[in-house]
């Protein structure tokens, strides 16, 4: 049978579950390839579009009957790479459509902020704030199944928390706080000991540098960047983001960078006041150098330490991502104007579930299949 990768069997599912309407939906599958696995069956067969079953290697000597193909996997966990994180948003989005999503939360309090000015009561009405996942730069050294190799991680660095908007007067800035003063330095390593990258020596990884206190022109290309929807159109710029800010600074300025060709090529637009106190990093920039004038609503992620090479889904292992892997923060005003710019919400996207008092929006959304189970309600 076909491998289409279209996720037509979990939405044929999904579509059937939401016509019944019952009280609970229970989904069955999550990780297959650790559940479920029978020894010396099928010999040569592909595992979900994946690997082969290989006797006489213990990483794939394992055979799966719910891992028939892509279509019909039942695996659903993000996996590094193969059908990488698909399952998920499609599961997701339907989770949304059952169960319902939190209105929307409008900006309040804005207003424009002076960067030489004291920050805390500028920002103490502007609202809403936007919520990352606390405590998710936890580094990892783990043995893989059958202890062929360790999976490290050492990426961790900035803990984002949160993140504040205000828009005012053709500027828009933005507060982002981390659970600890600001460092760089200390990029780590990832990947399987000994198979992605070569074992360091000892003393050779950097020391934290506190960003307060050191030369952040010398934090690399992927500390603390700003990643900008400006259009809400998932087709134009690299994974739908127009603009990318602090890929370099200097004591004043961080750069202002329109994504080229939609692909992880750049073209410097201009430049964008920062400062740094502490576990808070404000950035100031003009709406005209990011496509966001006369438009009142956008979508927008911060990151550290994670993609630097073009590859989306290293939002869910490297560094952090505020919010995680490819979700974005929507940021509406009370005008809620999209400045002509398209239709404003584009169909690749899903309004989603509020956090904090922020929202989450599915970014580049691709869906592939997953199985559900339907629980029916009591007549």
Not at 99 to 119: C, F, M
Request: net charge negative; with cysteine; hydrophobic share 35%.
């Amino acid at each position: 049978m076909t491998t289409t990768g279209e996720g037509l069997f979990f939405q044929q599912q999904w579509e059937y579950a939401l016509q019944v309407d019952p009280m609970v939906i229970t989904i069955t599958g999550w990780n297959e390839f650790s559940v479920g696995a029978q020894s010396n069956l099928g010999e040569g067969q592909v595992m979900a579009g994946t690997y082969h079953v290989n006797f006489s290697d213990p990483q794939y000597d394992r055979h799966y009957i719910d891992l028939f193909n892509t279509e019909f996997s039942r695996d659903i966990e993000p996996i590094n790479g193969f059908f990488n994180d698909n399952y998920y948003y499609q599961m997701a989005s339907y989770i949304r459509k059952f169960k319902g999503t939190a209105a929307v939360p409008r900006a309040e309090g804005g207003r424009d902020i002076d960067l030489s000015a004291p920050y805390e009561e500028q920002w103490a009405d502007v609202g809403p704030l936007f919520c990352d996942t606390v405590g998710d730069i936890a580094h990892r050294d783990s043995p893989s199944l059958e202890n062929v190799y360790r999976y490290v991680n050492t990426t961790g660095r900035n803990d984002i928390v949160s993140v504040k908007v205000s828009k005012e007067n053709g500027y828009t800035a933005f507060l982002i706080t981390c659970a600890e003063e600001l460092v760089y330095g200390a990029e780590g390593v990832a990947g399987r000991a000994g198979i992605d990258f070569k074992e360091l020596e000892d003393g050779a990884l950097q020391t934290f540098v506190n960003a307060s206190e050191g030369d952040v022109s010398e934090a690399g290309s992927n500390w603390m960047n700003l990643l900008i929807d400006s259009d809400q159109n998932a087709d134009t710029g690299w994974e739908g983001y127009d603009y990318i800010l602090n890929r370099s600074r200097d004591g004043k300025t961080v750069s202002v960078e329109r994504f080229l060709y939609n692909s992880w090529e750049f073209e410097r637009v201009g430049q964008a006041e920062y400062v740094i106190d502490g576990e808070n990093l404000v950035i100031r920039v003009a709406d005209s150098l990011v496509g966001l004038e006369g438009r009142d609503q956008f979508d927008f992620k911060a990151a550290d330490n994670s993609v630097a090479d073009g590859d989306v889904l290293k939002f869910m292992t490297l560094g952090d991502a505020a919010p995680d892997n490819r979700f974005n923060f929507r940021y509406i005003k009370q005008s809620g104007g999209s400045g002509g710019h398209g239709e404003g919400v584009s169909a690749a996207v899903f309004k989603g579930i509020g956090i904090c008092a922020g929202i989450l929006i599915l970014a580049g959304l691709c869906v592939v299949a997953v199985k559900a189970c339907v629980a029916k309600r009591k007549k």
